[in-house]
Nanobody, 122 residues
Framework: QVQLVESGGGLVQAGGSLRLSCTAS????????MGWLRQAPGKEREFVGA???????YYTDSTKGRFTISRDNAKNTVYLQMNSLKPEDTAVYYC????????????????WGQGTQVTVAS
């Protein structure tokens, strides 16, 4: 089992950047594939991107080229670097852990953080 805690959210102007962090407890962090998902008010939780335990990444089309996911297994932490932020990126951002190699749906993730709010002002 793994417990996840996100941090780094906040208010930013459109075009700005933020970096979110997600720190995991437990020694099994390096064995998990880690994803970032987000949920805007009134909308379904949607996939943002993920990083496999191998370090390879994949993203949804709307974030590709703007967002970058990385991980530091020594620190049990996964990062989401968000650049060129848009108002439509406003959401609560969640990190999640899965054993699946490809996981883009919320039900494919086994463990979740509590979420961190990102607000992009126009």
């Amino acid at each position: 089992q793994v417990q996840l805690v996100e941090s780094g959210g906040g208010l930013v102007q459109a075009g700005g950047s933020l970096r979110l962090s997600c720190t995991a407890s437990g020694r099994a962090f390096s064995t998990y594939n880690m994803g970032w998902l987000r949920q805007a008010p009134g909308k379904e939780r949607e996939f943002v991107g993920a990083i496999r335990r191998t370090g390879s990444t994949y993203y949804t089309d709307s974030t590709k080229g703007r967002f970058t996911i990385s991980r530091d297994n020594a620190k049990n932490t996964v990062y989401l670097q968000m650049n060129s932020l848009k108002p439509e990126d406003t959401a609560v951002y969640y990190c999640a852990a899965t054993v699946q190699i490809i996981a883009t749906g919320r039900y494919e993730y086994d463990y979740w953080g509590q979420g961190t709010q990102v607000t992009v002002a126009s």
